[in-house]
Nanobody, 114 residues
Framework: QVQLWESGGGAVEAGGSLRLSCVAS????????MAWYRQAPGKPRELVAS????KYSDTVKGRFTISREEYDNAMYMQMNNLRPEDTAVYYC???????????WGQGIQVTVSS
């Protein structure tokens, strides 16, 4: 069983920055890739960034940077120049080499005011 722990969300004004963190834990954990998704009210969940590549949604390219610390199964996302449309619940996900399951965190709120 894989558990994901997210932190770093909060409320900022437009133009501000936040850094999200996610740590994966579990027995015999062998993480393959990690990613961030987000879901805004009334909108479908969307992929924001993935360590595979890495790759980014067009809406965040040049503003968000994803990184990973493999030795401690951690992932980070530096979010700069935040916009009100970035307001959403952000979810950390993880895939391992052992299964095809994509594990999800509980989600963390990011609110950007204009």
């Amino acid at each position: 069983q894989v558990q994901l722990w997210e932190s770093g969300g909060g409320a900022v004004e437009a133009g501000g920055s936040l850094r999200l963190s996610c740590v994966a834990s579990g027995s015999r954990l062998n993480v393959q890739t990690m990613a961030w998704y987000r879901q805004a009210p009334g909108k479908p969940r969307e992929l924001v960034a993935s360590t595979s590549g890495p790759k980014y949604s067009d809406t965040v390219k040049g503003r968000f940077t994803i990184s990973r610390e493999e030795y401690d199964n951690a992932m980070y996302m530096q979010m700069n120049n935040l916009r009100p449309e970035d307001t959403a619940v952000y979810y950390c996900t993880c895939r391992t080499f052992s299964t095809t399951t994509e594990y999800w965190g509980q989600g963390i709120q990011v609110t950007v005011s204009s």
